[in-house]
């Protein structure tokens, strides 16, 4: 399998994998419109329409997407309007999507090119989908498991508003008892250790207990510090991790809690 790394201002922003299977060449998760060069392939599957992980379908034939989401990628202005609204100068770094003509509507438990199994996981977005690859028992997560950092040994979660902590956790719980030997990460990488699965799942745990009495993203952010050993090592390192990742994802928690009033 080849990775193809795209660099946002010198920083790692998305894993691209590539590969054939039953003859057809496929990317999963193609990266944003902003830092698109062209892949050799016949198809492009989409664990979500996020913008640093789908931005760029536009430029491909056959891409695959959640069936209620569709519409988004044929005409990405809301998609990108509402990505705006949540992330601001990110957004524009990403890029804005342009127009898919070609896009194939994917269900849960659907089928693909004989190997690849389409697995509905929402809670990170409503439209999140992982692929299982059969043959080689390899789960490409999407951003339904985490953040996956190998050179600080560490997982955060990723969760802008709009977090469902519910259906996130039940869409953990789902792909958990798969039959996988191997988890892989458009952030960042792949991993034969597929307990970071239970390890995130717990992690999450933890922040729903720490945050559930915090007001601020920086209070929050000071309070995982002293409680979750992932979270001190980004914000030790700083940059896009603390500032694109960590933020957001605190933000999402609150977001939810306050909703919900966890
Ligand atoms: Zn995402």
New binding site residues.
């Given amino acids: 399998m080849e990775v193809v790394y795209r660099h946002l201002e010198g920083v790692p922003l998305t894993s691209t994998y590539v590969f054939e299977v039953a003859g057809v060449k496929v990317a999963v998760d193609p990266g944003p419109a902003s830092l698109h060069t062209p892949l050799d392939v016949d198809a492009v599957l989409c664990?979500?329409l996020?913008l640093?992980?789908c931005g760029s379908a536009g430029f491909y034939n056959r891409v695959y997407a959640h069936e209620r989401y569709v519409k988004h990628l044929e005409d990405p202005t809301a998609l990108f309007q509402a990505s705006r609204a949540v992330l601001g100068i990110f957004a524009d770094k990403f890029g804005q999507p342009p127009p898919a003509s070609d896009v194939r509507p994917v269900s849960d438990g659907m089928k693909l090119f004989q190997a690849i199994e389409a697995i509905y996981t929402p809670g990170?977005?409503p439209h999140?989908v992982m692929y299982l690859h059969r043959d080689e028992k390899i789960l490409f997560v999407?951003?339904g498991a985490g953040v996956y950092l190998p050179e600080l040994k560490a997982i955060i979660p990723?969760t802008?508003p709009v977090f469902k902590l519910d259906l996130y956790m039940a869409s953990l719980e789902k792909v958990k008892k798969l039959d996988i030997s191997q988890l892989c990460f458009p952030h960042y990488s792949c991993t034969r250790d597929v307990e970071l699965l239970d390890i995130h799942l717990r992690q999450v745990e933890t922040w729903v207990d720490v945050l559930r009495e915090v007001e601020t993203v920086e209070e929050g952010l000071e309070k995982l510090r002293r409680s979750d050993e992932n979270v001190a090592k980004v914000l030790e390192l700083g940059g896009l991790y603390l500032e694109f990742y960590l933020r957001f994802s605190v933000l999402g928690f609150l977001d939810y809690i306050r909703h919900v009033r966890l």
């Fill in positions: 664990t979500h996020h640093d992980h990170h977005a999140h999407g951003d990723t802008p």
